[in-house]
């Protein structure tokens, strides 16, 4: 009786454990390289739109706001308007990349 139920404890839970155990490591990671691929985004963003300030100065917003999505694109990145606007209120309010 107790072989049996060490066999059963052994073919049975351990695989479900170490199942459990290997997807949570692996959500881990997901979660670390979005965060990755968020910040250099974040930074990106950043810098373009400091990039467009300069080049296009005050005002001329669409044309600032083209130039960043087609250099964003460019670089491998598709980017929402939102993440634009995330950018501009970061800097604007002194949070963003020095």
């Known amino acids: 009786m ?17 199942t459990l155990i290997i997807a949570f490591v692996c959500e881990l990671v997901r979660h670390y390289i979005r965060q990755i691929k968020d910040e ?4 990106l963003l950043e810098r373009l739109v400091n990039a467009a300030e300069q080049i296009y100065g005050s005002g001329e917003g669409a044309a ?22 995330a950018a501009v209120y970061d800097i604007n309010s002194g949070k963003g990349c020095a």
């Open 2 to 18: 107790l072989d049996a139920l060490s066999f059963s404890l052994k073919n049975v839970l351990l695989p479900g454990v170490s």
């Open 40 to 43: 250099r985004l974040r930074e």
């Open 64 to 85: 600032k706001y083209e130039y960043v999505v087609r250099q964003a694109q460019q670089r491998g990145y598709s980017v929402s308007r939102a993440d634009v606007e």
